[in-house]
Every structure is written in structure tokens, then in C-alpha cells.
């Protein structure tokens, strides 16, 4: 069985400019859970998508939006990249409620 | 607030020499708490799951306990290869999927 893919693995933009990451999880599973891996803040929730609707969010601000297409593959994308924004960006596939999710290999963003 | 909190940051091992990472949380409802292995430049590979208190697991070295305020990872006679940082993880019953992390502790076994 497939793992949760993510695409693509890193990524070199400049301050100001947009990104879209992508995710597909494992087959079957319908939440998609995306986050941020930063050496001093470790691990942040950025949102939850189940069946194409996002069901939670973090508090990030308005620039980090996401979606999920019909066949639970997801983007999310930053606009307006800042500095800070540099992180791992971590995809979790998740194959129903009080499991464990299973993450990807993630897309490493660094802005310049 | 939601909140976990890992202790050490970082502990360095002799190879079979046992050890314990502690997970401390505060959670409004727990839904479970969670234990992941991280390598760098990886994602996080699931280990346990733990729902209540007093509730274990084990796997090959490894072993997970729970009680109502923090979780235990025990490794036993580790090896080199367990050198990763572990992170514990918990959901609330309120936030359905989402996963309040720790920082991580940092494991690196001497050979």
C-alpha cells in the first residue's frame, strides 16, 4: 500500500511570491491534515479537510488556505511568502476518527 | 489551553543503556495520546496509541504508559539505530483529527 506522497520535496522561492504544495494521502483515507515543522516551534496544525471540507484550522493567519479535491488529494498554498514561512510542511493522512495519522516525507520551503 | 510538553530536549545514551522519555499534557477531553519516531529529514512514523490511563504497549525495545497527566516511553537496551527524535502527540475530544505536538526529545545511542 502506498504512503501519503507530497510534492515536491523542497522548494526555493523568494519573499512576496506564492506556493502550492500537494498531497496525496493513502488510498482510502478521506482527512488530510496539514502542518508546520519549524526547529523552535516544532509541530503546528495548520487544517483538517474531510471530503473536500476543511473541518478544522489553526491559527495561522489568511495567507495558508488549503483544499481537497473529490478524490482526496489536497493543496495548500501560502501567498505572500515571508521569511518566516521557511519550514517543513508536513501532509497526514488520517483513515477515520481517534487514529493515528501517517504523515508524509514532507516539502521543504525555504524563502529567500 | 491544550498543551504537551517533552522532557529532556535531548539525552544521549550508551548503547543498552535503558532510559525514559516523559510526556507531560493538559487536554480538555482526551481523545488519545499519540507516540511518533522522527529521522531527520523525514516525517513521522507512527508508534503507539494509548487511550486511558493505565494502559501500555510495547514494541520490539520500546514500551508506552499512560496516566492522566503525562506518558512514559521506556527504551530498553537501546541501539544505535534508535538514535531519532521521539514525539508524543494528543487529541482532544473537542478538535476531532487534530494533533497537539510536543517538541520532541532528541535520542542519540552511543555505539
Known amino acids: 500500500k502506498a504512503g501519503v506522497t507530497q510534492t515536491p520535496r523542497y522548494l526555493i522561492k523568494t519573499r512576496g511570491q506564492q506556493v502550492t504544495l500537494s498531497c496525496s494521502p493513502i488510498s482510502g483515507h478521506r482527512s488530510v491534515s496539514w502542518y508546520q515543522q519549524t526547529p523552535g516551534q516544532g509541530l503546528q496544525f495548520l487544517f483538517e479537510y474531510f471530503s473536500e471540507t476543511q473541518r478544522n484550522k489553526g491559527n495561522f493567519p489568511g495567507r495558508f488556505s488549503g483544499r481537497q479535491f473529490s478524490n482526496s488529494r489536497s493543496e495548500m498554498n501560502v501567498s505572500t511568502l515571508e521569511l518566516g514561512d521557511s519550514a517543513l510542511y508536513l501532509c497526514a493522512s488520517t483513515p477515520g476518527v481517534r487514529t493515528e495519522a501517517f504523515f508524509g516525507q514532507g516539502t521543504r520551503l525555504t524563502v529567500v | 489551553e491544550d498543551q504537551v510538553t517533552q522532557s529532556p530536549e535531548a539525552l544521549r545514551l550508551q548503547e543498552g543503556e535503558s532510559s525514559s522519555l516523559n510526556c507531560s499534557y493538559t487536554?480538555?477531553?482526551?481523545?488519545?495520546l499519540f507516540w511518533y519516531r522522527q529521522d531527520p529529514g523525514k516525517g513521522p512514523e507512527f508508534l503507539f496509541t494509548l487511550y486511558s490511563a493505565g494502559e501500555e504497549k510495547e514494541k520490539e525495545r520500546l514500551k508506552a504508559t499512560l496516566t492522566k497527566k503525562e506518558s512514559f516511553l521506556h527504551i530498553t537496551a537501546p541501539k544505535p539505530e534508535d538514535s531519532a527524535t521521539y514525539l508524543c502527540?494528543?487529541?482532544?475530544?473537542?478538535?476531532?483529527?487534530?494533533?497537539?505536538f510536543g517538541t520532541g526529545t532528541s535520542l542519540t545511542v552511543i555505539p
Open positions: 502527540a494528543v487529541q482532544a475530544t473537542r478538535t476531532g483529527n487534530q494533533f497537539y
Open positions: 487536554v480538555s477531553g482526551l481523545r488519545g
